[in-house]
């Protein structure tokens, strides 16, 4: 699956932006749909998560922030990113996975390019 970011610029501390990430499938034969970031010098972590069964997780850091969501009759998912702070400023990074086999087994995930999220103090 294709995956591609976009919704991401420079926004002051305290603000709001909505990431989208678009697929080349429809959301709902995905698997596992996740956020990421990763910081200047720092490894890449998980933002947020969403199974095909609807759960959602959320990184300590974020929760009650950002708001994961994503249209299953559709081929976008979303990360609403509320009361931003510097600490946020990153790339961000869209992630997916499926079943492959029959027998239920997921194939590796895949990553889109990323987009930008700065957030000035």
């Known amino acids: 699956v294709r995956l591609v970011e976009s919704g991401g610029g420079l926004v002051q501390a305290g603000g709001s932006l909505r990431l989208s990430c678009q697929a080349s499938?429809?959301?709902?034969?995905?698997?596992?749909v996740g956020w990421h970031r990763q910081a200047p010098g720092k490894s890449r972590e998980l933002v947020a998560t969403s199974t095909s069964s609807g759960q959602i997780t959320y990184a300590d850091s974020v929760k009650g922030r950002f708001t994961f969501s994503r249209d299953n009759a559709g081929n976008t998912v979303y990360l609403q990113m509320n009361s931003l702070k510097p600490e946020d400023t990153a790339v961000y990074y869209c992630?997916?996975?499926?079943?492959?086999?029959?027998?239920?087994?997921?194939?590796?995930?895949?990553w889109g390019p990323g987009t930008q999220v700065t957030v000035s103090s």
């Open positions: 499938m429809s959301i709902s034969g995905l698997n596992t």
């Open positions: 992630s997916a996975d499926y079943v492959i086999s029959v027998e239920g087994a997921v194939g590796p995930p895949s």
